[in-house]
């Protein structure tokens, strides 16, 4: 068997739920939303199941779908996409990454990947054949260091992997950390993969500037969203993929060898709910900032080191001022003890990892971010206890 797949161990993320359904805690771990997600988009793909086509639909996307996301990220962030050519439709961002990193790279090509980093990325990578080449970002504030892509980047490199906003870090990268990156991908000739899937769940005003917006990077980016993120439906898994042409043609081959196509009702709900009005990405992000503020100024009242959250479903607390040093610990005493799961960030690093950083999911109804933080009482109290015993 391939050692790539066959030697990885149980996640983390497994870990926790496992000892959360054992300890029946409050799950903060896992990464998606109580709330249903949108009626009218449920309701839409509904009635294509229903109604509409159930045979496999286009390879590269239904049609009023790929007009659907160049209509939308015109709307949204200023882009140019000519539906016919540089749209693509997939099973998920997921898929989208497998792809194109099987398509852009040859065994012994470098990939530049910015750690914490999505769980997917660097089997994926390594898979491919990619080296891969670690930035890594340290709290509170997960800055891009120009000395530390200096340090990545070498002429081997092909591709970079980006994801911004950055799950887990709840971070956003403005213009100037764009600019920066983009200079190093234009004088390395190397190709820009952006997983843009939390584009839409940023907070406090901010707006998604996409790379592929940058100087220089229109035709060496491939843009990457997720419908799961936009519409609070992580079960959906449509990808929406765009990218210049002469890098389209080959993910499209790719594609086409691994799952071909999508869901046509899903596809078919996705160009509806990319065209609603401007209020319903405003009013979904405006509830999920409260939910952020509700628990984040739960944690700061009971004591916690809350870090800023500026995108994702995601707040992280550092848990150093609290005398700890390791979050793996930290965390699995968190649902035995005190019957909430988290997610420890050192999971997202696979070198130089930072162990001080706890992540939580607050895209959950009120009544289980309350519940979670009243078995959070005591916690930052006992941990300074026993740091004092
Ligand atoms: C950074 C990042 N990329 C990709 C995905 C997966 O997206 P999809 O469900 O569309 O495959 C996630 C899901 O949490 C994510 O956080």
């Given at each position: 068997?391939?050692?790539?797949?066959?030697?990885?161990?149980?996640?983390?993320?497994?870990?926790?739920?496992?000892?959360?359904?054992?300890?029946?805690?409050?799950?903060?771990?896992?990464?998606?939303?109580?709330?249903?997600?949108?009626?009218?988009?449920?309701?839409?793909?509904?009635?294509?199941?229903?109604?509409?086509?159930?045979?496999?639909?286009?390879?590269?996307?239904?049609?009023?779908?790929?007009?659907?996301?160049?209509?939308?990220?015109?709307?949204?962030?200023?882009?140019?996409?000519?539906?016919?050519?540089?749209?693509?439709?997939?099973?998920?961002?997921?898929?989208?990454?497998?792809?194109?990193?099987?398509?852009?790279?040859?065994?012994?090509?470098?990939?530049?990947?910015?750690?914490?980093?999505?769980?997917?990325?660097?089997?994926?990578?390594?898979?491919?054949?990619?080296?891969?080449?670690?930035?890594?970002?340290?709290?509170?504030?997960?800055?891009?260091?120009?000395?530390?892509?200096?340090?990545?980047?070498?002429?081997?490199?092909?591709?970079?992997?980006?994801?911004?906003?950055?799950?887990?870090?709840?971070?956003?990268?403005?213009r100037?950390?764009?600019?920066?990156?983009?200079?190093?991908?234009?004088?390395?000739?190397?190709?820009?993969?952006?997983?843009?899937?939390?584009?839409h769940?940023?907070?406090?005003?901010?707006?998604?500037?996409?790379?592929?917006?940058?100087?220089?990077?229109?035709?060496?980016?491939?843009?990457?969203?997720s419908?799961?993120?936009?519409?609070?439906?992580t079960?959906?898994?449509?990808?929406?993929?765009?990218?210049?042409?002469?890098?389209m043609?080959?993910?499209?081959?790719?594609?086409?060898?691994?799952?071909?196509t999508?869901?046509?009702?899903?596809?078919?709900?996705?160009?509806?709910?990319?065209?609603?009005?401007?209020?319903?990405?405003?009013?979904?992000?405006?509830?999920?900032?409260?939910?952020?503020?509700?628990?984040?100024?739960?944690?700061?009242?009971?004591?916690?080191?809350?870090?800023?959250?500026?995108?994702?479903?995601?707040?992280?607390?550092?848990i150093?001022?609290?005398?700890?040093?390791?979050?793996?610990?930290?965390?699995?005493?968190?649902?035995?003890?005190?019957?909430?799961?988290?997610?420890?960030?050192?999971?997202?690093?696979?070198?130089?990892?930072?162990?001080?950083?706890?992540?939580?999911?607050?895209?959950?109804?009120?009544?289980?971010?309350?519940?979670?933080?009243?078995r959070?009482?005591?916690?930052?109290?006992?941990?300074?206890?026993?740091?004092?015993?």
């Amino acid at each position: 068997m391939n050692p790539i797949f066959a030697n990885l161990g149980t996640s983390v993320f497994e870990v926790m739920s496992g000892l959360a359904r054992e300890r029946q805690a409050v799950n903060l771990g896992q990464g998606f939303p109580d709330d249903p997600g949108p009626a009218d988009v449920r309701a839409q793909a509904a009635e294509a199941v229903l109604s509409g086509w159930n045979q496999y639909p286009p390879m590269m996307g239904l049609p009023e779908l790929r007009a659907a996301i160049s209509a939308h990220y015109r709307r949204f962030q200023g882009l140019e996409l000519d539906a016919s050519a540089e749209v693509m439709v997939t099973s998920g961002a997921t898929e989208a990454l497998a792809g194109a990193l099987l398509a852009l790279i040859e065994p012994g090509d470098e990939v530049v990947l910015f750690q914490p980093m999505y769980d997917a990325y660097l089997p994926l990578v390594r898979r491919a054949g990619g080296v891969a080449k670690f930035v890594t970002l340290r709290p509170p504030r997960w800055t891009i260091r120009e000395e530390d892509l200096a340090a990545a980047f070498s002429p081997r490199t092909r591709v970079v992997l980006f994801n911004n906003p950055l799950n887990p870090a709840g971070a956003i990268y403005d213009r100037d950390a764009l600019a920066l990156l983009a200079r190093f991908c234009v004088k390395f000739d190397a190709i820009a993969l952006c997983d843009e899937v939390w584009e839409h769940v940023v907070f406090d005003g901010r707006a998604h500037v996409p790379l592929m917006a940058m100087d220089g990077m229109r035709e060496r980016t491939v843009k990457i969203g997720s419908a799961g993120k936009i519409f609070s439906l992580t079960g959906w898994k449509v990808g929406l993929v765009c990218a210049a042409p002469p890098i389209m043609r080959v993910l499209a081959k790719a594609h086409q060898f691994i799952t071909f196509t999508t869901p046509p009702n899903l596809q078919s709900a996705v160009a509806y709910g990319l065209m609603k009005e401007d209020s319903y990405f405003a009013e979904m992000r405006a509830a999920f900032q409260r939910s952020r503020d509700r628990f984040s100024a739960g944690l700061v009242a009971r004591g916690f080191d809350v870090l800023p959250s500026a995108a994702t479903y995601f707040v992280n607390i550092d848990i150093s001022s609290l005398g700890h040093d390791d979050d793996v610990a930290f965390c699995r005493w968190l649902v035995k003890e005190h019957g909430v799961a988290a997610i420890p960030v050192s999971a997202f690093y696979a070198a130089d990892a930072i162990r001080t950083v706890v992540r939580f999911c607050f895209a959950k109804h009120d009544a289980t971010l309350d519940a979670a933080l009243a078995r959070l009482d005591n916690v930052a109290r006992l941990s300074q206890l026993s740091r004092r015993a």
